[in-house]
């Protein structure tokens, strides 16, 4: 079975790859939140990934770890190298609707893996918005959301789920 790798491993896979070609000597992380780690290379036994987790170990045995949505940017250098990348962002947003088809409730499912604005709007195929509903700011967690059907006609509806990054649509079928 092929294993299914992101953009983001296979940035990190080059860059850790690279930094040895080069000698570099440091690995600098910096997240969204502003802050900033370093690692010195010669102390990193080496990088894994779990899911949307990458791993940094180092030779005493320590482990860090992050979520591929915290890291901004990373670089490493030496005296006569730098290398500097941005990390594309993961959507870290998934959301599941069901019951497909519905007969009286939409339920949309989804986890935050941080706090965040969350939206639910439903249309018509032509472009019609039958319902709309602020969830407002939510902190971590798992959620569970329903909207009553009773006001939709059966019919086939695109919902729509948002946060501040990311737009999730899915089809579904009133019947």
């Not at 910096?30 to 780690?37: L, N, P, R, V, W």
């Not at 519905?102 to 709007?121: G, M, P, T, Y």
């Not at 329903?146 to 509806?157: A, H, M, R």
Request: glycine fraction near 4%; charge should be positive.
């Amino acid at each position: 079975m092929l294993k299914k790798f992101t953009k983001s491993k296979v940035i990190f896979d080059v860059t850790f790859l690279m930094s040895s070609i080069v000698n570099a000597q440091d690995l600098q992380l910096s997240y969204y939140d502003g802050s900033e780690s370093k690692f010195n290379l010669d102390e990193v036994r080496k990088i894994t990934y779990k899911s949307d987790f990458i791993q940094l170990h180092l030779k005493n045995g320590e482990i860090y770890d992050w979520t591929f949505f915290e890291v901004d940017k990373f670089n490493f250098n030496n005296e006569k190298f730098n290398f500097n990348s941005t990390v594309k962002k993961i959507n870290t947003f998934k959301v599941d609707v069901y019951p497909v088809p519905a007969h009286k409730v939409f339920n949309f499912k989804f986890q935050l893996l941080k706090e965040d604005i969350v939206s639910i709007k439903i249309f018509s195929t032509t472009g019609n918005l039958f319902f709309e509903k602020s969830l407002g700011n939510l902190v971590i967690g798992d959620y569970l959301e329903s909207v009553n059907l009773s006001t939709l006609t059966k019919g086939t509806y695109l919902v729509c789920v948002t946060n501040r990054e990311f737009a999730i649509s899915k089809n579904n079928i009133k019947i």
